[in-house]
Structure formats: C-alpha cells, structure tokens
C-alpha cells in the first residue's frame, strides 16, 4: 500500500493563480482531511469529507474549496492565490470506526506551497 | 473550547537518557488525545492514543504517554532516547464540539526533540 500520497510536492504560485492540490489513499478510509501547518501553530484544519460527494469546512475555509468525487481522491482548490496561503499542505485519512473522535489518521507527505 | 499546549519548543537530550516532552490539555468532557511524530520533509505519523482505560498509553518506538486527569497532562515519555527520535513531536485532541462533528483535531504548537549523540 502507498498510503497517502500528495501531488504535486512543491510549487511556486504567483498571487491571484489557481492550483489543486490532490491527495489520494489506496486505504479504502472513509474520511479525508486537508489541513495546513504553519511556524509555531501546529496543523489546522481546513475542510474535511465524511465519504465520497460530501465535504464540509473546518477551522480555516476561507480561500479554499474541496471536492471528494472519488472515495480515494481529496482535492484541495485555490482559486485565486494570496501571500497568506503560503504554507505546508498535510493530506490526511482515517478509518470509519465506531466514533470519527477516536480514530487515527494516515497523513501524506504533505505539498510546500509558496505565493508570491 | 479545546485546547492544546506543548509548553516547550525544544527539549535537548543525551542518547540513553529518559525523555520527556510535555502537553496539558483543556476540555470539555472526556479528552480523546494523540501524539504525532514528524520527522523532517515528511508527514505527521501516528505515534499513539488515550481513548479509555489504562492511563499509561504504550506506543510505537518505545514511546509511551501517561494521561493525568486530575493535572489534564498527556506527557510523552521514553525510558532511553535514540539519536533518530530527534524529529518534531506534536500533542493532539479530538474536538468534541457539535460544529464539526468531532472530526476537528486541535494540535498543539509542536516540540523539537534533539537527542545528542
């Protein structure tokens, strides 16, 4: 199993361009998360999916979009880039198990994202 | 709300010796608590949990974490500290909150370990 993995792993984006980042599992998980990690304040999470069609916002939403048309693809949109979404991208997943509160998740390597 | 907090950046070591990085916590409700190890150019992975039960919580590499109610405390230990445990150690809790469905997990800031050869 590749576990999750992320694409692309680095890029360079001028302020105002769009990119999707892409995060795919082979784990079979339910849920898929996008958070971002930033100097001194651990990971945030940005939006989240429960299954395949079905997304939903987490702590920081704006400037972001996602879609989870696949059960094993998460992507991560930007449509008009700003400075203030430089940051470390993290994919994550986790199993379906009898509560979302205890599971464990499988994070990617994670995408470094620079807007200029 | 819930809340996180790794009261040290760093935290400096000898090989061989005992470690400790520490992490208290704030909740509301039962706490459901997580360490992630993060070595450089990588993703977070799991290192181990407290759920329910026994308060001594044994994980992966040797690691360990005691979870204290009374002192809201879920401290990472390991009794003898390898040079390649030197990574980025991070504390985390389960949000129990209605908004997000307790899917939100709420990290702390983050510790560096060195282990010194």
């Known amino acids: 199993n590749a576990g999750v993995t992320q694409t692309p792993k680095f890029r360079v984006l001028k302020t105002g361009q769009s990119m999707t980042l892409l995060c795919a599992q082979d784990m079979n998980h339910e849920y898929m998360y996008w958070y971002r990690q930033d100097p001194g304040m651990g990971l945030r999470l940005i939006h989240y999916?429960?299954?395949?069609?079905?997304?939903a916002k987490g702590e920081v939403p704006d400037g972001y979009n996602v879609s989870r048309l696949k059960k094993q693809n998460f992507l991560l949109g930007l449509e008009s880039a700003a400075p203030s979404q430089t940051s470390v991208y993290f994919c994550?997943?986790?199993?379906?198990?009898?509560?979302?509160?205890?599971?464990?998740?499988?994070f990617g390597p994670g995408t470094r994202l620079t807007v200029l | 709300a819930q809340s996180v907090a790794q009261p040290e950046d760093q935290v400096n070591v000898a090989e061989g010796n005992p470690l400790t990085v520490k992490c208290t916590y704030s909740?509301?409700?039962?706490?459901?608590l997580f360490w992630y190890v993060q070595y450089p150019n990588r993703g977070l992975q799991f290192l181990l949990k407290y759920i329910t039960g026994d308060n001594l919580v044994k994980g992966s590499y040797g690691f360990e974490a005691e979870f204290n109610k009374s002192q809201t405390s879920f401290h990472l230990k390991k009794p003898s500290a390898l040079v390649s445990d030197s990574a980025l150690y991070f504390c985390?809790?389960?949000?129990?909150?209605?908004?997000?469905?307790?899917?939100?997990?709420?990290f702390g800031a983050g510790t560096r370990l060195f282990v010194k050869a």
């Open positions: 994550a997943s986790s199993y379906r198990g009898p509560s979302p509160r205890t599971d464990t998740q499988y």
């Open positions: 985390a809790v389960r949000d129990i909150g209605q908004d997000t469905g307790g899917f939100k997990t709420i």
């Open positions: 909740v509301s409700g039962n706490p459901y």
């Open positions: 999916s429960v299954g395949e069609g079905t997304t």
